[in-house]
């Protein structure tokens, strides 16, 4: 078959978006790394432009490391910490912090070039201009972040946090849509989103509250709280359940009752995406929602089995970043699957 031109020029933006969601996703894990390595309040200088340019001498090592020994983090937790063991937590954040850029300069660049030479689909430059934005708000938001940090409490806000990780979550996701919609082409004039459509949507947004819901474990490191599966300690109802004053502020701030909260909503997803699953399988759309509903529960189950994992072995390094890929696999399983039930695909 030969291919029309705007199909080549669709494959092109593709690979693109493709090649920016994978280093993207790489940055969720750096991301991860970071915060499980104490490192994020290692640079307390946020330079857009100067910044990536790392120390290169013995004097300008000194000099960073002089102004870190000024801050609460090494004040209160790192003091007597050696120059070497300042140049480990600091490259970790380095490194995200210079990964952040380079998705901006993968972005743009292309981007640009994609819209002089009208490579771009009609329609689809709105959506690629919004997820630029968002990707400078993005880098805006992580200095918010760190900031919280840098003053007489030596960690960051978990709801600042929270957003950070949560907004990296949304432009991942929309960047996904994207893909898939560049992808499919454009829709059939007789296809109409099947029945389980809002479902689909639905539970992305469940998936999507459930990363927030990890973000705040992640921002109090109620992770430690309770090393133990099926119970929480003896029992499986803890005590100080929203024992708090005001009760309802326990599920933000309150360490057993965010941890509780969490299992909870992993227990609902659980059993959701399952029945989902089956009723997909069983959509009439033939071999791609079988293999969309395969998909979901494989990302179910190994995100399932990372997490649990992560809370008996008193969360690991390796196991924790890798169940924070994790989400992300399982959201784009989902939003695999709700894309195909909202294009109403004809059976293969």
């Known amino acids: ?24 996703f790489g940055m969720i894990l750096l991301g991860g790394v970071t915060r499980l390595t104490n490192s994020g309040l290692s640079m307390v200088e946020w330079r857009p432009i100067m910044g990536i340019i790392p120390p290169l001498t013995d004097v300008a090592w000194q000099e960073v490391f002089d102004k870190y020994r000024q801050s609460p983090e090494y004040l209160k937790i790192n003091r007597g910490m050696s120059l070497d063991a300042f140049k480990t937590i600091f490259m970790f954040e380095y490194l995200h912090r210079v ?21 771009v689909r009609a329609g689809l430059m709105p959506r690629l201009w919004l997820l630029f934005v968002l990707g400078g708000c993005q880098g805006l938001l992580g200095w918010y972040m760190v900031k919280s940090g840098l003053v007489d409490n030596p960690h960051v806000s978990q709801y600042r946090l929270t957003a950070h990780l949560g907004l990296a979550f949304v432009i991942y996701a929309l960047m996904f849509w994207v893909i898939l919609d560049v992808l499919a082409g454009r ?7 099947h029945a389980l459509a809002p479902w689909g949507a639905v539970l992305a947004m469940l998936v999507f509250l459930m990363i927030l819901s990890g973000g705040l474990v992640a921002g109090t490191k109620a992770g430690f709280a309770y090393s133990t599966w099926p119970l929480m300690g003896t029992s499986f109802l803890p005590p100080g359940l929203y024992s708090g004053e005001p009760a309802w502020l326990d599920a933000f701030e309150d360490i057993t009752t965010i941890q509780f909260n969490h299992r909870i909503f992993a227990y609902l997803l659980f059993v959701l995406i399952h029945l989902f699953a089956w009723h997909l399988w069983r959509s009439g759309l033939g071999a791609r929602a079988r293999l969309a509903a395969g998909l979901l529960l494989a990302a179910l189950w190994l995100q399932v089995t990372l997490g649990i994992s992560t809370l008996l072995l008193h969360v690991p390094i390796s196991l924790a970043a890798a169940h924070q890929g994790g989400a992300v696999v399982l959201l784009s399983a989902t939003l695999y699957a709700a894309h195909l039930l909202r294009r109403g695909a004809p059976a293969a």
Do not use: E
């Open 99 to 119: 990964l952040g850029r380079l998705i901006g300069i993968l972005f743009f660049f292309p981007l640009v070039f994609f819209a002089l030479t009208g490579r």
């Open 1 to 24: 078959m030969v291919l029309t031109q705007q199909t080549h020029y669709d494959r092109q933006v593709a690979g693109w978006l493709i090649l920016c969601a994978a280093v993207i």
């Open 187 to 193: 829709r059939p004039a007789a296809g109409q989103p």
